[in-house]
C-alpha cells in the first residue's frame, strides 16, 4: 500500500513530462530574431562617413563619430564625434552637430559610449597625455542640459602603449569591455582580442583587464564588443569564418545564463544583420529596453555611401535559465530542452524511489 500511494505521484509527474516532451521535443531557447533594418537617414547619414552609434538611456540622444578615411565636413580637424537629439522616441532625429570642445579637438576622437546615468561619456582618443596612440578616455558633465568637462584619461592598468579603441561599459558600471584596434595587447590570441576590466564600485579604479579567452576570442579579428543592459548578452565584431561578409567582418554574439557563468560559443547574427550584399556590419549597440539593435554598415544596399548608422528592431531575445526566463517545465536537466533525456532522468529516480 505505501508503494502504491508513493508511486501515483510519480506516475503522474512522469505522464506530464512524456506528454510535455511527445508533442513537441523542440528547444525551449531560439536565436536572435530580427525586424527590417532601416538606415537612419539624412539627418544622420551622408555621403561621408558615420560610424559606432550610441543611444541615451531615454533614447532621446543619438551619438556617434565620423572616421579617419572620410571626415564629415564641420569639424575640429581630426575625427569628431557629433549629437544628434529628438524630443520623443517616435519623432524623427535632429540634424546632427559637432560636438564641440573640449570633447573634439585637432585629435582623432571617436567611439563614443554614454554612462547609463547619461553624465559620462567614454570616447576612444589619440589626444597627448595616453598611454599608446588610442586610449580611453572619459568627459562628465552634472546633468543631461549641462556642457561636458574636460575629457580625462581612465589611465592604466587599461590603457597601455597598444591601442585601447573600442569597449562598452555595463549599465551598473563595473564591468569595461575592450579591444585593441592596431596596436595588440601582448598574452593574446593573434589578432585583436575582446578583454574585461573590473572595479568594485563606480569611482573606483579597473583592475587589471582578463582575456575573456578561447571561448570568446579566436585568431582571427574580435573586436568592438558591446554589452547587453541586462549583462548576458555580448556582441562584438569579427572576421572569423562563418560570416556573410567579405570586407570589415560580421556581428556575432555570446551569451551566458548569469553574470557568473562562463560566455557561450559565439554565432553569426545571420544574414538580417550581416547582409551579404555590404561590405561588413560593425559596432552593434543595443537599446536600453533590449528592443533595438543599431549598427554601422559599410555599403550597404539603401545607404548614403560608405559607412552609414542603421537600426534593425529586435523581436524576440529568450536567454533560458536566466532570471526573465526559466527552465521550462519538465526541463529536469536543465539543458534548455524538455526532450527524452529528462524523461530517463525521471525514470531514474523513480525506480530508485521503489527499491524495496
Known amino acids: 500500500m505505501n508503494r502504491n500511494r508513493k508511486t501515483k505521484p510519480i506516475l503522474t509527474c512522469l505522464l506530464m513530462v512524456a506528454g510535455a516532451i511527445l508533442p513537441t521535443g523542440g528547444a525551449a531557447n531560439a536565436e536572435f530574431k530580427f525586424g527590417t533594418p532601416a538606415n537612419l537617414g539624412t539627418a544622420i547619414n551622408s555621403i561621408h562617413d558615420e560610424a559606432a552609434p550610441c543611444i541615451s538611456t531615454d533614447g532621446l540622444e543619438l551619438y556617434f563619430c565620423d572616421t579617419p578615411l572620410d571626415l564629415y565636413p564641420g569639424g575640429q580637424g581630426g575625427q569628431d564625434i557629433w549629437v544628434a537629439k529628438r524630443v520623443s522616441t517616435d519623432q524623427p532625429w535632429s540634424t546632427a552637430v559637432n560636438l564641440g570642445s573640449p570633447v573634439n579637438g585637432a585629435s582623432d576622437d571617436g567611439v563614443p559610449r554614454l554612462s547609463s546615468d547619461g553624465l559620462s561619456l567614454y570616447f576612444a582618443s589619440n589626444r597627448r597625455g595616453g598611454y599608446g596612440n588610442f586610449d580611453i578616455w572619459v568627459s562628465t558633465r552634472t546633468s543631461p542640459s549641462s556642457p561636458w568637462g574636460a575629457p580625462a584619461n581612465i589611465g592604466s592598468p587599461v590603457n597601455t602603449s597598444a591601442d585601447e579603441a573600442f569597449f562598452s561599459i555595463s549599465v551598473a558600471g563595473l564591468e569595461l569591455y575592450f579591444s585593441e584596434w592596431q596596436s595588440i595587447?601582448?598574452?593574446?590570441?593573434?589578432?585583436?582580442?575582446?578583454?574585461?576590466a573590473r572595479r568594485p564600485s563606480p569611482g573606483a579604479p579597473w583592475g587589471t583587464p582578463v582575456n575573456l579567452g578561447a571561448e570568446v576570442n579566436s585568431g582571427h579579428k574580435d573586436e568592438q564588443p558591446f554589452i547587453s543592459p541586462d549583462g548576458l548578452s555580448l556582441f562584438f565584431l569579427s572576421?572569423?569564418?562563418?560570416?556573410?561578409?567579405?570586407?570589415?567582418?560580421?556581428?556575432?554574439?555570446?551569451?551566458?545564463?548569469?553574470?557568473?557563468?562562463?560566455?557561450?560559443?559565439?554565432?553569426?547574427l545571420g544574414p538580417i544583420v550581416n547582409n551579404p550584399d555590404s561590405g561588413g556590419s560593425t559596432f552593434p549597440y543595443i537599446s536600453a529596453?533590449?528592443?533595438?539593435?543599431?549598427?554601422?554598415?559599410?555599403?550597404?544596399?539603401?545607404?548614403?555611401?560608405?559607412?552609414?548608422?542603421?537600426?534593425?528592431?529586435?523581436?524576440?531575445?529568450?536567454?533560458?535559465?536566466?532570471?526573465?526566463?526559466?527552465?521550462?517545465?519538465?526541463?529536469?536537466?536543465?539543458?534548455?530542452?524538455?526532450?527524452?533525456?529528462?524523461?530517463?532522468?525521471?525514470?531514474?529516480?523513480?525506480?530508485?524511489?521503489?527499491?524495496?
Open 185 to 196: 595587447r601582448p598574452a593574446g590570441f593573434g589578432q585583436t582580442d575582446i578583454w574585461v
Open 239 to 268: 572576421d572569423r569564418p562563418g560570416g556573410y561578409t567579405t570586407r570589415e567582418g560580421d556581428i556575432w554574439v555570446t551569451t551566458r545564463r548569469t553574470v557568473s557563468e562562463s560566455w557561450s560559443t559565439p554565432v553569426n
Open 289 to 356: 529596453d533590449d528592443s533595438v539593435l543599431y549598427f554601422t554598415a559599410y555599403d550597404r544596399p539603401g545607404g548614403y555611401g560608405g559607412y552609414d548608422l542603421w537600426e534593425v528592431p529586435i523581436i524576440y531575445v529568450p536567454q533560458c535559465g536566466d532570471a526573465k526566463h526559466p527552465y521550462p517545465m519538465g526541463d529536469l536537466n536543465q539543458d534548455c530542452r524538455v526532450d527524452y533525456a529528462d524523461l530517463a532522468l525521471l525514470c531514474e529516480c523513480w525506480l530508485q524511489d521503489n527499491n524495496p
